[in-house]
C-alpha cells in the first residue's frame, strides 16, 4: 500500500482549526482501570441477557429476553472500535487482549478491520477514498439495505471466507500494506479454525446453545448497530473538513454506556486519540464549534429520510462520479 500523489492531498483536516495540541494533550491520558471496569460491566450484561436468553429457549419470554441479549451484543461494535484504536487501556498487552475478544464475539478480523478504520478516519468523507460513506445518490432502497446489514455480512464474510485461502480484493489491498497481508491471512486461518471448532463441538454434543446466545443474537442485533452507525455521517458534508463531515448525537446516559461515548462522534473524529471517557469532557470544550448537532438518533435518521426520499440529501450534490465511490461498509 503506498498514497498517490491525490491521496495525499485530500486527506482529513480541521483538527487544528478545533483545539491545539497543549489544550488537547489532558484530554488523551489513557487508563486500566476505567476501562476495565467498563468492559466488566458489558460483559457482565451480555452474560445476564444470555442467562435469561437461555432460561426462556422454549417459551414465548424467549423473544424480550432474546432481543435484550442482541441489543447488548450489538454494542460490543463499540470495544471493537475503541480497541482498533489502542485507546481505552494503557497497557498495550490489556487492549490488545480485550481486543481480540470483542473482535472474535463481533465477528471482524481484527487487522484488517484496524487498517480499514484507520483509512476511514484519514479520508473521512471523501468520496472515492473512505471506505464507510454511505451510497452516492443514496435512495431509501440503500437506506433500507445499509440497515438489514447485508452490507456488513456481505463484507465479513469475505473476509471470512477468502483470506484463510490467501485473496484479499483489491479494494481491500487499497488501505492493508503489503508487510501486513501474510498477518492477515495467518489471523483469518486462526479465526476460521477457532470458528470451526465451535460449530463442531456443538454438533458432536447436539447442543444449540452457540447458535441461540451467540449466532442468532448477532444478526438480530446488527441492524441496531447500522441504525446508531448511520447517524455518524449519514447527511454530513462530503469533504475533509472534520468540523462538518461528522455527526455527535445527543442520547441518554445508558446508550452512552453500551456505545462507550461513540455518540460524540465528531470529538472522536477531531482527535482519535482521546480515549472514549474522556469524550464527554472534550465536548463541553470544543461541542460548540462543530456541526452538525443531532437532537437525538430518531429525530437524526428521520432527517436523512426526509432528504433522501426527496432526492435532496447531500450523496445527490456529489461533484465525484460514481466510478470513483467506495461502498459503504
Known amino acids: 500500500m503506498s498514497e498517490t500523489m491525490q491521496e495525499q492531498t485530500e486527506r482529513a483536516f480541521g483538527r487544528e ?7 488537547l494533550k489532558p484530554y488523551t491520558k489513557r487508563t486500566d482501570r476505567t476501562a476495565l471496569l467498563h468492559f466488566a460491566g458489558h460483559i457482565g450484561l451480555i452474560a445476564f441477557t444470555g ?79 473512505d471506505p464507510d460513506m454511505m451510497p ?9 439495505v445499509y440497515l438489514s446489514g447485508y452490507v456488513f455480512w456481505k463484507r465479513g464474510l469475505g473476509w471470512f471466507l477468502l483470506h484463510p485461502f490467501g485473496y484479499i480484493k483489491p479494494e481491500h489491498r487499497r488501505f492493508l500494506p503489503e508487510s501486513e497481508v501474510p498477518k492477515v491471512i495467518f489471523e483469518a486461518r486462526v479465526i476460521l479454525v477457532l470458528y470451526g471448532g465451535i460449530a463442531a463441538a456443538a454438533i458432536a454434543t447436539g447442543s444449540l446453545l452457540p447458535l441461540w446466545l451467540w449466532v442468532v443474537p448477532r444478526l438480530v442485533g446488527e441492524p441496531l448497530m447500522r441504525f446508531f452507525r448511520i447517524a455518524e455521517h449519514a447527511e454530513c458534508d462530503e469533504g475533509g473538513d472534520l468540523r462538518r463531515n461528522t455527526r455527535t448525537t445527543r442520547t441518554t446516559r445508558l446508550v452512552h454506556f453500551l456505545h462507550w461515548n461513540m455518540s460524540y462522534h465528531a470529538e472522536h473524529h477531531i482527535c482519535p486519540m482521546v480515549p472514549y471517557h474522556a469524550l464527554a469532557r472534550l465536548h ?46
Open 17 to 23: 482549526l478545533v483545539i491545539d495540541r497543549k489544550s
Open 136 to 144: 452516492e445518490r443514496m435512495t431509501v432502497w440503500d437506506y433500507v
Open 284 to 329: 463541553d470544550e470544543v461541542g460548540d464549534r462543530l456541526h452538525p448537532i443531532g437532537e437525538s438518533y430518531p429525530s437524526v435518521h428521520a432527517d436523512v429520510l426526509s432528504k433522501i426520499s426527496r432526492h435532496e440529501g447531500v450523496t445527490w450534490k456529489s461533484e465525484r462520479g460514481r466510478s470513483g465511490a467506495v461502498a459503504a461498509e
Open 51 to 129: 442467562t435469561l436468553t437461555w432460561m426462556a429457549l422454549g417459551t414465548l419470554w424467549v423473544v424480550p429476553a432474546m432481543f435484550a441479549h442482541a441489543v447488548v451484543m450489538a454494542f460490543l461494535f463499540a470495544p471493537v472500535h475503541e480497541c482498533s484504536h489502542g485507546t481505552p487501556f494503557r497497557t498495550r498487552w490489556l487492549n490488545e487482549t480485550v481486543y481480540w475478544i470483542v473482535c472474535l464475539i463481533y465477528m471482524v478480523p481484527p487487522t484488517i478491520f484496524r487498517y480499514e478504520h484507520a483509512r476511514h478516519h484519514t479520508y473521512t468523507q471523501i468520496r472515492g477514498y
